[in-house]
């Protein structure tokens, strides 16, 4: 059964920094089937990036992903305050499909 | 413009059943998957499996096969999610989703969930 592991749980930043999300994979995933996504309170969740590091439409190029085989990352670059939001990593590749990490809440510091 | 439009917020009891619903417009209903995805409150996202709205095809996840059922009305463009016996625990919001993927000779590619409902609140509570 592939777990996606996300970490941290919660960063703490001042707009303008630099995130770093991480969503490691229990078993190795093509990241053909890893995306991101962005929530905040109240929404429904907004696709970020699919492919592992394809922005989806309309998405500014600060937000930006990488990785393969288990590490996968969501960078964001130059925060500003509407991206104070929870962020999930989900795959549709492994047994179970579709599964979510648990989240990591980017917070104002 | 692309949209997944909801059924308004249920309050039930334990043992009874419920149908919610997700209306799309704006593209070709039959031609992507729909996806659920459950939220309890203060947690986090899970994936509840998908319908192609074009035959039926149905793919539950193991979590929530056998507690749910996915059924779609191609004539009015709308996909649904059924309970027969609500419990307590099935308290939550309910999110539809557009579900692309594309099969390829290879297999298939992913393009995430890039249409997403309001989501429908369920209390089951006695």
């Known amino acids: 059964e592939i777990v996606l592991t996300q970490s941290p749980g919660t960063l703490s930043l001042s707009p303008g920094e630099r995130a770093t999300l991480s969503c490691r994979a229990s078993e190795s995933l093509s990241s053909i089937y890893l995306a991101w996504y962005q929530q905040k309170p109240g929404q429904p969740p907004r696709l970020l990036i699919y492919g592992a590091s394809t922005r989806a439409t309309g998405i500014p190029d600060r937000f930006s992903g990488s990785g393969s085989g288990t590490d996968f990352t969501l960078t964001i670059n130059r925060l500003e305050p509407g991206d104070f939001a929870v962020y999930y990593c989900q795959q549709f590749g492994g047994s179970p499909a579709g599964t979510f990490g648990q989240g990591t809440k980017v917070e104002l510091k | 413009e692309d949209q997944l439009v909801q059924s308004g917020a249920e309050v039930k009891k334990p043992g009874e059943s419920l149908k919610i619903s997700c209306k799309g417009s704006g593209y070709s209903f039959t031609s992507y998957w729909v996806a659920w995805v459950r939220q309890v409150p203060g947690k986090g996202l899970e994936w509840m499996g998908i319908?192609?709205?074009?035959?039926?095809?149905?793919r539950y996840s193991p979590s929530f096969q056998d507690q749910v059922t996915f059924s779609v009305d191609k004539t009015i463009n709308a996909a649904y999610v059924q309970w027969h016996n609500l419990k307590a625990t099935d308290t939550a919001i309910y999110y539809c989703a557009r579900h692309v993927f594309q099969f390829t000779p290879s297999g298939y590619r992913y393009y995430g969930m890039d249409v997403w409902g309001q989501g429908t609140t369920v209390t089951v509570s006695s």
């Open positions: 319908i192609y709205p074009g035959d039926s095809d149905t």
